[in-house]
């Protein structure tokens, strides 16, 4: 019963910020790879940025430089803080949850998601 819930989107110009958050369920933070996904009508579902249960970062070469991602594991919630937007940064973004424990298959959890609109 993974719970992730996304905040923190809304309308900005180019060249804003914003900062999304998604607070997951107990202990799920700490224990597995975050990562945040967006997606825009008509296309795929595309990788944004993960964080691993020991902080290590990726990135898509898209946002790389503008987009960090972090969590706090204690709070139990992963952040996405996004600046210098682009209208092309425009999509649903998406908090996941990857989970791979041994005794169970591995398993994906999303959140509702939170629409990001960049335009003037």
């Known amino acids: 019963q993974v719970q992730l819930v996304e905040s923190g989107g809304g309308l900005v110009q180019p060249g804003g910020s914003l900062r999304l958050s998604c607070e997951a369920s107990?202990?799920?933070?700490?224990?597995?790879?975050m990562g945040w996904f967006r997606q825009v009508p008509g296309k795929q579902r595309e990788l944004v940025a993960t964080?691993?249960?020991?902080?290590?970062?990726t990135y898509a070469d898209s946002v790389k430089g503008r987009f960090i991602i972090s969590k706090d594991n204690d709070e139990g919630t992963v952040s996405l803080q996004m600046t210098n937007l682009k209208p092309e940064d425009t999509a649903v973004y998406y908090c996941h949850c990857h989970i791979d424990r041994t005794w169970s298959p591995d398993a994906d959890f999303w959140g509702q998601g939170t629409q990001v609109t960049v335009s003037s």
């Open positions: 107990l202990g799920i933070v700490r224990a597995y790879t």
């Open positions: 964080i691993t249960r020991n902080g290590v970062t």
